[in-house]
């Protein structure tokens, strides 16, 4: 797709960091993890997404460098939350900031799970595949239908995966009972918060500045 940087060594050194300090945090990740078991629930469906970020990358499908960085912090943050646990996270300055009774790291981590929609709206909106309104909804029922996929997944895994102390611990609702609901609603507002983002930052084409757009998959 066409980046949106004006800059190709940017454009390729950007996800270059970012992947390289992945892999860093994987790797600390896995270390003497809280839980085993629910270190494996929480990276996989995460190593899924990097594994297709990177195959994409490698396809000649690639984003600008802020859609990177965006689409980096769940990763980030999901494989903390894997090291730890959701629940366990050492996360108290933040609750007691705002005055929270639970661990809030995984609303923040569902928060990021929409920071994807800068990306989708990048996507389509450069490729004209659709209007931009349509773009920047179709990004947000996007990532509507991936958190209530996933949150399916949390129930089918704590139901029937077997260990009950992992499936709580992925599950990580802490005696809340709305919590796949507020999961789901942190999802949608962080991917709202991105398309506006994304339409804050959005330019008005130009012909010169068409020209300067380069195509990631005539790149050598």
Known sequence: MPSLSSRPHDA???????????????IWGAINPYDRATWWAENIPIVGVVTALVVLYVRGVRFSPLAYVLMAVLPYWHTVGG???????????????????RNMFDRVGHFTVGFFAFGIVEYLSSRRKMSLGLACLFAIFAIGFVAMSYELIEWVYAAYGGNAQAGANFLGSQGDVWDAQK??????????TAVVLSLVLRRPATPGARERVTVARDMP
């Not at 999961?183 to 991917?191: C, E, K």
């Open 12 to 26: 390729r050194i950007a996800p270059a960091i970012l992947i390289a300090g992945y892999i860093a945090l994987f």
């Open 83 to 101: 090291h730890y646990t959701f629940e366990r996270v050492p996360f108290d300055w933040f609750d007691r900031l705002f005055g929270f009774q």
């Open 183 to 192: 999961d789901m609603l942190m999802d949608t507002l962080g991917a709202v």
